[in-house]
């Protein structure tokens, strides 16, 4: 059965179906070969369902919010915030636009959108202070997988949802990982200025300028607080939460700034829709195939493979890795954690392995996955924003991916760096 | 063989129709976004600040994301955004990249009209209401063979673009 599976899965994927409608006839096929046609209905309930869900209502609005806080400019008053503090560092526009990623990170929870905004205001200004444009590139994009890892992010509330685990959760949980994929950064991007003599911001922080600075950056420094504090204080549901940074987000695009023309606001909701267009063939199809694969067994099937060759802990795990790894060079992060989330998780949590550190882990492996060649969101993107070609992008990039590799490696086997912030506040009963 | 203005001709009436369905579905989304949006931001509103929550607030929202979900499958499609694996381009003759794309096509037609006939099922065959309204379950169930049929349209209109494309002379693939 698994073999049919996967013959079916590959071959209608490299044929150049679309993923969630790869999803969707393998699962048909699948009902068909099992003689089980009376379960067709369930396709279009199954999918319906998906979508009748408050927890994923989280997602459209994340996604909205993001959008809307780039178009109305908050990021280059975010850069310029950075800038007075963290350019002061050798290699300083490199420091700033890792910095940036990770209070980015608060605000949006897409990696792609991250690497495109960010990419179009550092790489120009950092290749006219003297930095080459591949290693430019390769830091806004290395930085970029960042935003999704520190909440709020996109494919925890997809993960969530269909894995039924505590998105606050989840969020909770990608703090320190997070951050530790930033300082990871910084120390390798030190390391390389160093040697390659990168300039510094010459500015002193003074007082009017801290004031100035701050004062601009105000807005953008309000929603992660406001967002983080709401959702991991308990005050607020992560849905609620999302809602409410849309609100601020329009808040200040229409009353503080007054940049925001109705014109603009339709086609950034209209442009968030056909992302949701994407995003809806994917959930609802996975949700059929997760519930498909769940009847014909698969999961246990898969279990006993892993288990046949070994039963510990950290060596299924390894394994685990490794295969994320590979699917991930090939297929995009949400379908990836659709797919394997449902087959590969009961596996780990049977030996022992908390829901939230597997699903950290997922988003933490599947992330790098976006900037690993041959394919990847974020890696396409840097070429579309830095005019380089695959191979030079990647020269430069890989001592980043080493880097991340090395933080992936401490999350599978440090369960307290995801566990410790969501046990402190209350997330793990 | 049809002469090549005829072929153009042809090409943009579906491409105007295309454009114009897109459009529709499009003011839909978004009018369904942003009263999503609305009554989302009200029901934290009344919950938090009025002490008195709204029980309908949560159940509209969701409705609204189902049908602004579905329908926007269909412009996806059209726009060409669904998520591909591309690693066969440039290792195959153009010839089998062409011949795929239509195999590709048939395929997508398959599972739209296989949802589209589930959906319709599942829509008139509906019995229960909304549970803090009173109306039938099947006015957002419809979302499904609404959004199976657009997707249809948007899928035909395509292929029929494609297949012109190919009369007309020193003129690339236009999907």
Known sequence: MIGIILTLFFGLAIIGVPVGIVVALTTLFGFIYTDNAIFLSMISQRMFSAMDSFTFLALPFFLLAGDIMNKVGLTARLVDFANLFFGRLKGGLAQVNIVTSIIFGGISGAAVADTAALGRIFIPSMTQQGYERDFSTAVTVASSIIAPIIPPSIIMVLYGSIMEVSIAGLFAAGIVPGLLIGVALMILTRIIAGRRNYPTNPEKITFSRLVKRTRGAMWALMMPIIILGGILGGFFTPTEAAAIAVGFALFVGLVVYRNLTFKDLYSVFFKSAVTMGVITMLLSAATVLAWFLAIEQIPEMVAHIFMSISDNKYIILLLCNIFLIIVGMFLDIGPALLILGPILAPLAINLGVHPLHFGIMMCVNLNIALMTPPMGGCLFMGMIVGELKLGELVRALWPFILAELFVLVLVIYIPAITMWVPGMLGFIK | ?175
């Not at chain 2, 929550?53 to 509209?60: I, K, L, Q, R, S």
């Open chain 2, 1 to 175: 063989m049809p002469n090549y203005s005829r072929a153009q001709s042809i090409i943009d009436t579906a491409e105007k129709i295309g454009l114009a369905i897109e459009k529709i579905c499009g003011a839909l989304c978004v009018f369904c976004f942003a009263t999503m949006t609305i009554i989302a931001i009200l029901g934290v509103f009344f919950r938090y600040v009025m002490q008195s929550p709204f029980m309908w607030t949560e159940e509209v929202a969701r409705y609204l994301l189902v049908w602004l979900g579905f329908t926007a499958v269909s412009i996806a499609l059209r726009q060409d955004k669904h998520i591909k694996v591309e690693v066969l381009d440039g290792f195959v003759p153009q010839i089998v990249v062409k011949l795929m794309s239509y195999v590709v096509d048939l395929l997508v037609a398959i599972f739209f009209v296989v949802l589209l006939w589930q959906g319709y099922l599942m829509t008139i065959n509906n019995i229960m209401t909304a549970s803090t309204f009173q109306i039938s379950m099947s006015w957002i169930l419809a979302a499904v063979p609404v959004a199976a049929a657009l997707t249809l349209v948007q899928l035909f209109l395509n292929v029929i673009k494609k297949i012109f494309t190919e009369f007309v002379p020193g003129k690339e693939e236009v999907t």
